[in-house]
Structures are given as C-alpha cells and as structure tokens.
Nanobody, 123 residues
Framework: QVQLVESGGGLVQAGGSLRLSCAAS????????LGWFRQAPGKEREFVAA????????YYEDTVKGRFTISRDNAKNTMYLQMNSLKPEDTAVYYC????????????????WGQGTQVTVSS
C-alpha cells in the first residue's frame, strides 16, 4: 500500500484558486487509481474527483466540473487538485486516497487516506 500526505490548503476568498498536492510513498503509486474527497463539518465525506493510474481517465463530482482539475505526475509520486473559482460551499477538509475497490466515487472503495488539508473559502 501507499502512504499519502496532502498539502496546499489554506484560506482564500471566493473566486480564488488553490492547488492541493498529495505526495505518496510506496512502490505501487504509479499503478493505482487515486481520488480526492472532502468533508465539511457535520457532513459525510464526499467524492470530489478521481484519476486512473496513467492519468488518462478522470472523474468529477458534478458541482466541481469545470472548476477543479485533477492530475498526477507518476515520476514525482504526486497527485494534484487545481481548484479555481472557489465558492464558500467548497470549504472542507480535503483528503486524498488510493482506490482499492470497484467504483470511482464511493469512499468505501478507497483507502490509505491522508491526514487531510483544510480549505476555507470566505465570501
């Protein structure tokens, strides 16, 4: 399994941008799918975006399509989430995880969760 560490969160005004990074250790990084999830206070963890092992196939939750872009650099063992046009409702702790199950959007099909990085969008 891989070990994942997120970074890049912070406080930004509505309409602004942030880029999250997910650094991985472990020899299997380049062969597995990865995903970003988020969890706001009092809410369940929800799917944001996912990417297959070579970066060709990507998947997005409807409310982030056209605003967020997921990518990966297997040579650097790192995945990214570029977030543009941020809204207050994007405020949450963002987690990266590795896909071990069958779907691309269910949290139960992901593991090796990072510790999370806080994203706060002010209005």
């Amino acid at each position: 399994q891989v070990q994942l560490v997120e970074s890049g969160g912070g406080l930004v005004q509505a309409g602004g941008s942030l880029r999250l990074s997910c650094a991985a250790s472990g020899r299997t990084f380049s062969s597995i799918g990865l995903g970003w999830f988020r969890q706001a206070p009092g809410k369940e963890r929800e799917f944001v975006a996912a990417i297959n092992w070579n970066g060709i196939n990507t998947y997005y939750e409807d409310t982030v399509k056209g605003r967020f872009t997921i990518s990966r650099d297997n040579a650097k063992n790192t995945m990214y989430l570029q977030m543009n046009s941020l809204k207050p409702e994007d405020t949450a702790v963002y987690y990266c995880a590795a896909r071990y199950g069958n779907t691309w959007y269910r949290a139960a099909d992901f593991g090796s969760w990072g510790q999370g990085t806080q994203v706060t969008v002010s209005s």
